[in-house]
């Protein structure tokens, strides 16, 4: 098969898992549902590698599905585009996604909603794959905003609690703000280059005499960036990720780690070649200090946090802040690396999650916790090799990606340096104490949990290895020049091969000891942290302590640094008060009255001339023998003028 | 052929009436389907080239007023809306007593003629008169089979519009007394000063703006969406509403093209801050038939706004919009009547849960809130795009604040959602969905489903139309 057949097909396999499983898989047995649900992603998922292998070092393919609508001056295609970058894109959707695919039929097997849910699941992977694999913003805008739907689906899944419900609308809400912002981006590229599409606005930015004011370069990107800021939860539009947490964990992985929220990432290396321009340097900076505000600010919060999910649900806040910073110093192919490796990791971490809340009966307390390391060893080990390559310890797979980004920081901006080297021990700090304060001291669940502590089945544990490999080994993708005879760097020869625009350059550091030394610093602290987070909570077993008895700034982070409350005030409070208030006096009282009374003045004018109609023969006498006389007199008056 | 157009109507509308009382339900249902079906051979020997196929053509009837009854794309579009809206109207009536009701069925035959009416005049005239006829069967149907306290509210619907009517009316006069006659063509003929123009535009301005409508002059409708009875709400939401806009591109900017500088940016202006305004005061509604009512509104003001940026690609879009508000405007007001069937009520505080018990109903009535907020996939997606694009390009300020409606539209037709469906169960028992409303519901889903992934069945067929419209214009008055 031709790339441009197995194209269609990665896209359409999710959608006819969906659509099996929404039309009949109520009448499926479970281990059906969940078997052509994962059996789709799997399938899909050689089909990108094949895809891949053929792309890898060709000329990138474009396929014509139909075109949607043609108006006077541009049409909108549903046309698929496979280069590298969309592929490798594809390949982390599919792959990751069928791993969690596989976790879910373990996890949720005693859920009623089990066909929903991998029919959501499955609708999920193929709007992704549009975002991803569409030859044009306008696809992409397809996609962000499915996403967005099968988000809200899926946050809101266990909707008869009341409290899920809400915060799904919350995440819609929250994108839909960021998706207004990237679409009036999309109206002014339509404005200016007359298309959507990636290609032909790459060919005509890299044209020679190409001209573009820098308001409107600058006004292109920054709602781009907008948009991002909502789907990859950017400060401030960042809240919304920690409350997704209430859907079930298999999709925090899915969706709120591995893959949704690194769309915002991916429309901005898409779009490098705007974001090269010279007007877009105000926005690029915006973009850095903007990521690593959020990095900092969602680390700080992740410290004090004691639920397991909300420590990685703020992490995963941290870390693409993170990105955001590579991608503002122009460091395209180190954020994709990180992309990369963070899906592999985070995904284990959520999953690892996933599987001790399990074991835990549904509990997310980590007090509540404690010990686990004997009870559920797979889950143990997994999840320490999800926090070691989180927190940046030598070999494992983030501490290389994280590397490059913070080495690109210090070839540029050494303040940016030191801010990225604070967030990364505070990430280190944090997710050690999520660890410590899990698996290690004594259990202080109930005895009822403590009876039911058990592994998950192999559909779970399976997944959960494959990506703790992944975890380890994932580095190997772009090693540095230090180690081997000149790195593998093979990530960076692979985005510049055909990812068309001027901002794709090699991303190495340019100075082998400099690179050394960096990454010995960065490795070192990482390993100090663990082992001073290690004393702390396992030799002197200190437990989280509950939130209203701490103070000062461990109180704001546990309060989540009152970002809900100030939103509440400054935004919905408002508009609430707008929408009772306008309806009440506004609407209520006086546009309505102002229509009724309307009605009564002509009614009124009407009474006052009734009164003049009596009826009565005399009264008209009357009248008529004053008109006779005001007749006598004007016709008096006119003559002798 | 076209005849049929008319004489259908009419003949259900009086034949129904001594039609046995256990007929009347198919008989209604019958009786519309084959009006669509002649909605459909026209559109079929309809060569697409965008002109007006006049099929009643006779210039000298009776003193300026002419026999001129025709169609183009446009109006075979809103034609076909019409047609399919109705049967479906009536379906969703299936379980209400009202359906078996030989005057309602019968009234909502006349609307349809009169729909029909305005949809394929070309004479100023005969639009005004089949303008006015639509109000009398929708009064009627609110007053006999509305809610107990419906007289007031209707009292001022009626005044209202009346009242805008006779401000087209009087504009209308004011073109012929200088025209040859109240076709279309020679009204169009009619040069005017730019000052003419604009209070002469005014005039219909009033009625359109009232009818679809736009902030300020909207009050009438929430209270007489919520007092009319189901079928009244959806004919005026779904179609009657739609006379507006649509006679804003037939007849208002096309017959006074010198009064666009002059009304252009206040129409504009006001629409905006409808969308917005409307669905501000939608958000905090605690009757779920009035959050309905003012999103509804605030749709039609962004194709309102949409309209009078007079951009062809915006036009389109409003087009698909139209199309699309019509369909789930109906849908939205038979999922809201289909939660007053069972429970009685449709104040928000007292429901919740009902995902539970009617998975069905859930499902359908979430892919309509979806469509609601325009999601991809649905056809309202494209025709917000394009809409929204014509207004950013005209002014960006005011396509951001249009544009709020992505946003603020999510709040409310969520927030109806979830406090209805979702959350602990409140009742004992909610059926699932009776068949008749299962297949509105599905014939409205998929319709805005297939319209959303190829809108081009909408926009091919419109689109030389438009631009034969559009170009009218912009050479001034025909000349």
């Known amino acids: 098969m031709s790339v441009s057949q197995i194209l269609p097909l990665i896209l359409l396999l999710p959608l006819i898992g969906a659509f099996i499983n929404g039309t009949i898989g109520k009448s499926l047995s479970k281990v059906v549902v969940g078997t052509i649900a994962t059996g789709v992603m799997a399938i899909s998922f050689v089909l990108a590698v094949m895809a891949f292998m053929s792309v890898q070092h060709g000329e990138p393919v474009t396929v014509q599905l139909f075109t949607m609508i043609k108006t006077s001056g541009f049409s909108l295609n549903a046309r698929l585009f496979a280069d590298n970058l969309s592929l490798w894109m594809t390949l982390i959707v599919t792959g990751v996604g069928t791993l969690i695919h596989l976790f879910s039929m373990g996890y949720m097997k005693h859920d009623a909603g089990y066909y929903k849910f991998f029919t959501y699941l499955n609708l999920f992977i193929f709007a992704m794959l549009t975002l991803v694999l569409g030859s044009n913003y306008f696809m992409l805008f397809f996609g962000w905003e499915g996403v967005g739907i099968c988000s809200y689906l899926l946050i809101g899944f266990w909707y008869q609690d009341f409290k899920n419900?809400?915060?799904?609308?919350?995440?819609?809400?929250?994108?839909?703000?960021?998706?207004?912002?990237?679409?009036?981006?999309?109206?002014?590229?339509?404005?200016?280059?007359?298309?959507?599409?990636?290609?032909?606005?790459?060919?005509?930015?890299?044209?020679?005499?190409?001209?573009?004011?820098?308001?409107?370069?600058f006004g292109i990107t920054i709602c781009l960036f907008i948009g991002a800021t909502g789907k990859s939860a950017q400060i401030p539009l960042f809240t919304w990720l920690p409350d997704a947490m209430a859907g079930p964990t298999p999709v925090s992985a899915l969706i709120h780690a591995a893959t949704m929220v690194t769309a915002g990432i991916f429309l901005t290396v898409r779009s490098n070649f705007l974001f090269e321009l010279d007007g877009a340097h105000l926005t690029k900076d915006i973009m850095l200090y903007v990521g690593l505000a959020t990095s900092i600010i969602a680390a700080i919060i992740a410290m004090r946090q004691n639920d397991i999910k909300k420590v990685l649900a703020y992490s995963t806040v941290s870390q693409l802040g993170m990105l955001f910073v590579a991608l503002g110093m122009g460091a395209y192919t180190a954020a994709m690396f990180h992309v990369t490796t963070h899906a592999f990791f985070k995904a284990l971490l959520f999953l690892g999650s996933g599987s001790v809340i399990h074991a835990m009966s549904d509990e997310q307390d980590i007090r509540k916790m404690g010990g686990l390391r004997k009870k559920i060893p797979i889950t143990h080990f997994t999840f320490l090799i999800g926090t070691l390559a989180i927190s940046g310890i030598p070999l494992l797979s983030g501490f290389y990606s994280k590397d490059e980004i913070i080495g690109h920081a210090f070839e540029s901006h050494k303040f940016v340096y030191f801010a990225l080297m604070f967030s990364s021990a505070l990430t280190a700090i944090y997710m050690f104490r999520l660890y410590f304060v899990t698996f290690f001291g004594t259990f202080r669940g109930t005895h009822e949990q403590e009876h039911h502590l058990h592994e998950g089945p192999a559909s779970m544990t399976l997944p959960l290895i494959i990506l703790a490999v992944l975890s380890i080994f994932g580095g190997l993708l772009n090693l540095p020049g230090v180690f081997l005879h000149s790195g593998t760097h093979w990530l960076s020869h692979h985005y510049a091969f055909n990812v068309t625009g001027p901002g794709m350059e090699l991303g190495e550091h340019g100075d082998p000891n400099t690179t050394l030394m960096l990454m010995a610093a960065a490795g070192a602290m990482a390993v100090i942290i663990s082992i001073i987070t290690y004393i702390v909570y396992v030799k002197r077993n200190s437990v989280p302590v509950a939130d209203d008895q701490l103070k000062g700034l461990e109180k704001a982070s546990a309060m989540k640094l009152y970002f809900d409350e100030i939103y509440d005030f400054l935004f919905v409070k408002p508009v609430l008060w707008l929408s009772e208030k306008g309806a009440h006096y506004f609407e209520g009282a006086f546009l309505h009255r102002g229509v009724v009374g309307l009605g009564k003045a002509i009614g009124k004018s009407g009474d006052i001339v009734r009164k003049i109609q009596t009826g009565r023969t005399d009264n008209y006498i009357l009248w008529m023998v004053f008109g006779i006389i005001g007749l006598i007199v004007y016709y008096i008056i006119y003559y002798k003028n | 052929m076209e005849l049929l157009l008319f004489?259908?109507?009419?003949?259900?509308?009086?034949?129904?009436?001594?039609?046995?009382?256990?007929?009347?339900?198919?008989?209604?249902?019958?009786?519309?389907?084959?009006?669509?079906?002649?909605?459909?051979?026209?559109?079929?020997?309809?060569?697409?080239?965008?002109?007006?196929?006049?099929?009643?053509?006779?210039?000298?009837?009776?003193?300026?007023?002419?026999?001129?009854?025709?169609?183009?794309?446009?109006?075979?579009?809103?034609?076909?809306?019409?047609?399919?809206?109705?049967?479906?109207?009536?379906?969703?009536?299936?379980?209400?007593?009202?359906?078996?009701?030989?005057?309602?069925?019968?009234?909502?035959?006349?609307?349809?003629?009169?729909?029909?009416?305005v949809f394929i005049s070309m004479d100023g005239l005969w639009f005004y008169v089949f303008w006015e006829i639509t109000l009398i069967p929708i009064f009627l149907i609110s007053w006999w089979f509305g809610a107990p306290e419906r007289k007031a509210a209707l009292m001022k619907f009626f005044i209202y519009t009346f009242v805008g009517s006779l401000a087209m009316l009087a504009a209308l006069i004011g073109i012929k007394v200088n025209a040859a006659s109240f076709y279309i063509e020679d009204l169009k003929a009619v040069v005017f000063t730019s000052k003419a123009a604009c209070w002469l535009a005014l005039g219909f301005f009033l009625a359109f703006a009232i009818k679809i409508p736009i902030f300020p002059f909207h009050t009438w409708q929430p209270d007489t969406y919520t007092k009319s009875p189901m079928a009244g709400t959806m004919l005026l939401s779904g179609i009657m509403l739609k006379m507006a806009l649509y006679g804003m591109i037939r007849w208002m900017i096309p017959l006074f093209p010198e009064a666009m500088a002059c009304i252009q940016y206040p129409i504009i202006v006001l629409a905006t801050i409808g969308v917005v305004y409307a669905a501000v005061i939608a958000i905090k509604q605690k009757d779920m038939k009035r959050v309905f009512a003012f999103a509804s509104m605030s749709h039609v003001g962004l194709i309102a706004a949409a309209i009078m940026t007079w951009d062809f690609d915006a036009l389109s879009g409003s087009m698909v919009q139209i199309i699309n508000h019509g369909l789930v405007a109906v849908g939205l007001f038979l999922a809201v009547e289909i939660i007053e069937r069972r429970t009685a009520t449709r104040n928000l505080a007292d429901l919740g849960g009902f995902a539970k018990q009617a998975p069905k109903f859930a499902f359908w009535f979430a892919v309509l809130a979806f469509a609601s907020v325009s999601v991809p996939l649905t056809s309202g997606f494209i025709g917000e795009f394009l809409m929204l694009k014509g207004l950013v390009q005209f002014d960006m300020i005011i396509g951001i604040i249009a544009g709020t409606t992505l946003i603020l539209g999510a709040v409310y037709t969520f927030r109806a959602y979830q406090l209805s469906m979702y959350g602990p169960v409140t009742r004992d028992q909610f059926a699932d969905l009776h068949w008749s409303e299962l297949i509105v519901l599905a014939i409205i889903v998929i319709a805005v489903v297939i319209l959303g992934i190829y809108p081009a069945a909408i926009t091919d067929f419109v689109n030389p139309s438009l631009k034969i419209v559009l170009e009218t214009v912009s050479t001034p008055s025909g000349l």
């Open chain 2, 7 to 117: 004489i259908l109507p009419v003949f259900f509308a009086l034949s129904v009436l001594i039609v046995p009382k256990k007929g009347v339900r198919a008989y209604g249902i019958i009786g519309s389907l084959a009006v669509l079906g002649v909605v459909i051979a026209c559109m079929m020997q309809y060569s697409n080239d965008g002109t007006v196929h006049l099929f009643a053509d006779k210039k000298d009837w009776l003193s300026g007023i002419t026999l001129s009854f025709g169609y183009d794309g446009i109006s075979l579009l809103m034609l076909l809306l019409t047609a399919v809206l109705v049967p479906l109207v009536l379906v969703s009536n299936f379980k209400n007593e009202l359906a078996e009701n030989r005057l309602f069925t019968s009234m909502v035959f006349f609307m349809q003629l009169g729909l029909i009416g």
């Open chain 1, 165 to 217: 419900t809400l915060a799904a609308r919350k995440a819609f809400i929250m994108n839909r703000i960021g998706d207004l912002g990237l679409l009036i981006g999309l109206f002014l590229i339509l404005g200016k280059f007359g298309t959507l599409e990636y290609v032909e606005v790459a060919k005509a930015v890299m044209m020679e005499g190409f001209e573009i004011s820098e308001y409107l370069i």
